[in-house]
């Protein structure tokens, strides 16, 4: 079991032409016409409480109600999606659930577009009644206090209870207009509706769509507002993939119930966190710790399973979660009770914004918040058994087991027309630093924490480089970075909160490479609105920071250890990125196919409201140059 500490710091050129500009531009392929448009194919499974005995405890039984298939929309060029509440049932032993949802489905409706089909949505806010969710805080004393299932005796947080129903929607992975992109002070109340039009000028890809109110994002998504949106073009169409029954969406996260004063669940989903006091008498400071649940859910139902044929299946795998990263390994379930690991049963195919070059094995698959992965698996080889899906991520394991969900595979052979291709997407090039153009704009953003402590509030830091000579000002905070080749580099924090005053100007069309590096606190999943880049490198180092003797100055210093791990399967198009703990993460991409006011932020949904997420702004240079302040970034 990890400590205190371990959990609160670690929980948590040629070849650019053909590569066509990140995510936003697509090699002459046009709309497929394999998926018709104006369609619905209506949801399937979940639970059914017919004759179940509620449950006395929190102890729930695993495996015990099938997966829940949210409804398919096809739509033409425009389509309404109303957030509404509804009551569903995630569990056959629980009453049902109150939750909030788009169309009435839990998690929202799986919307499947084809590439350059401009798309108008109306997602018009229809949600009626109190906010659905309980919210508690209690002191934080190790992770049984913020695991544990149910309320206990903490007292209800009333200004969670009072929360209104203020929604705006993000296309998570979208190339569109600032004004499309869902900003997230422009909330939207019942009875109104957000307009967006979406271009899908994009290849192939599985993106999301879930809330962003500003400060209350991790409170919506927890109720329910989330759902997948899947692009098709004529190059996945090309690979024959599994389809229809046998593509599946799976948005997995994690939630605690609420409890009466007889521990019995009431039905409700609870929010429930932790906190430490860290300041003194005279000082004051809290750290607020962000969600991490006990019950595992896949498509809104607990612990379900899937009955599936001896064949190839095609998975879309989104870790929905506010905070928990999900390592995802297959088991085989023995007679005895106990389980077997499978070795090389998943193959990944693609990543957050599109196909992988080719299939990429592995024995388990790693996701942090909102990070998706497009996954074959071929269920031939265990004709007549059940397998399980578990999550082996060490930071914050559920106390009531590490199971995701359930597969029963059929025991008589099928014929199935599939075949694994050696090559998955042809127009796949690989970025690489010689490829990006020279007049690119590099960016540092950093993650620390204001006095320099691990248990100082976690900051996010955009830096400017200093020039040779400086001398530090009282409240500065400074990084000093050196590279593989010894080379330093001082840098000083410009902007950390929202308000501060936007730093990065990004010109149209320009390529840019943007370094994370991470100097104390639980990791990050850093997601950038509208960009869609590849990881150039991952590198580990050593860091240490230092307070100025009678002056309010913090200094990192940060040394280059060793190069990290940077799988295949992170080396395809993505928007979201993980960076752990003294990692240097650095990644490339062009700010293409539209322009606008845009965020980055951590997707640690609860770290996003509490302030790590920065605006920025993209528009033609023509445009840039008529800016004063922007003159500094010629």
């Known amino acids: 079991m990890p400590s205190r500490r371990q959990f ?14 990140g995510a936003a531009l697509v090699s002459n392929r046009g709309p497929s016409a394999a998926h018709p448009r104006g369609t619905r194919r209506p949801g399937s499974g979940g639970p059914v409480a017919t004759g179940v005995p509620r449950a006395t405890s929190t102890n729930l039984t695993k495996f015990a109600d099938a997966l829940r298939i949210p409804p398919f929309l096809t739509p033409g060029a425009s389509l309404t999606i109303r957030q509404k509440a509804a009551s569903v049932l995630i569990h056959s032993e629980l009453p049902p659930t109150p939750v909030w949802t788009y169309e009435g489905s839990f998690p929202g409706p799986t ?17 009626s009644g109190a906010f659905p969710v309980t919210g508690i805080q209690v002191p934080f004393t190790d992770l049984d206090s913020i695991l544990g299932p149910g309320r206990g005796s903490a007292a209800r947080d009333a200004s969670v209870a009072g929360l209104p129903a203020w929604t705006v929607v993000h296309v998570h992975g979208a190339v569109t207009g600032g004004d499309n992109d869902g900003w997230t002070e422009n909330g939207v109340s019942p009875g109104d509706t957000q307009l967006s039009e979406y271009p899908n000028v994009q290849r192939a890809s599985g993106l999301w769509y879930h809330d962003h109110a500003m400060n209350i994002t991790a409170f919506n998504v927890f109720a329910g507002l989330a759902g997948s949106l899947l692009i098709r073009d004529d190059e996945e169409a ?8 046998y593509e599946i969406p799976l948005l997995i996260n ?65 870790n929905g979660a506010n905070t928990r990263p999900y390592t995802l390994r297959l088991q085989v379930e023995n007679a005895d009770g106990t389980t077997t690991p499978v070795t090389g049963a998943l193959v990944q195919i693609g990543s957050d914004q599109g196909l992988l070059p080719s299939p990429v094995t592995l024995d388990e698959l790693t996701l942090a918040p909102a990070e998706r992965a497009d996954v074959l698996i071929d269920f031939d080889a265990f004709r007549g058994k059940r397998l399980r899906l578990v999550n082996t991520n060490v930071n914050g394991p559920s106390p009531l087991g590490p199971e995701v969900m359930q597969f029963r595979v059929g025991a008589t052979a099928v014929d199935d027309p599939f075949t694994l291709p050696a090559t998955t997407s042809p127009s796949f090039v690989r970025l690489t630093r010689s490829a990006i153009p020279a007049g690119h704009t590099s960016r540092w953003i950093a993650f620390g924490t204001s006095d320099g402590t691990p248990l100082g509030h976690p900051e996010m830091w955009e830096l400017s480089e200093t020039a040779a000579g400086y001398q530090p000002l009282d409240g500065d905070r400074l990084v000093h970075v050196t590279d ?143 800016m004063p302040h922007t003159a500094h970034h010629h």
Request: glycine share 10%; charged share 20%; hydrophobic share 40%.
């Open 8 to 21: 609160v710091i670690g929980s948590a050129a040629a070849a650019v032409a053909t590569v066509g500009g």
């Open 111 to 127: 919307i499947e577009v084809s590439s350059e089909q401009r798309l108008r949505v109306a997602w018009l806010n229809e949600i």
């Open 238 to 245: 090309a690979l024959n993939l599994p389809s229809g029954a």
């Open 254 to 318: 994690d939630r605690n119930l609420d409890t009466d004063d007889q521990g019995v669940p009431t039905g409700r989903l609870l929010h429930r966190t932790g906190y430490l006091d860290t300041g003194t008498a005279s000082s004051p400071a809290r750290l607020n710790l962000p969600f991490i649940g006990p019950y595992n859910l896949v498509n809104g139902v607990i612990w379900p399973y899937l009955q599936v044929t001896p064949r190839w299946y095609r998975f879309r795998v989104l």
């Open 484 to 626: 593989q080749g010894g080379a330093v580099r001082t840098f000083r924090k410009e902007a950390t909160a929202f308000d501060d005053k936007v730093g990065f100007f990004v010109e149209s069309s320009g390529w840019e490479v943007w370094n994370f590096l991470h100097l104390v606190g639980p990791g990050h999943p850093m997601h950038v609105h509208l960009l869609g880049f590849q990881a150039l490198n991952r590198d580990v180092y050593t860091v240490s920071s230092a307070s100025g003797a009678g002056t309010d100055v913090v200094t990192w210093s940060a040394e280059h250890d060793r190069a990290g791990v940077l799988g295949d399967e992170e080396k395809g198009w993505k928007d979201t990125i993980r960076v752990e703990e003294h990692e240097l993460v650095s990644v490339a991409g062009q700010f293409t196919g539209a322009t606008g006011r845009f965020v980055y932020h951590c997707h640690i949904l609860e770290h996003e409201d509490e302030g790590m997420m920065r605006p920025f702004v993209v528009a033609p240079r023509e445009i840039l140059d008529r």
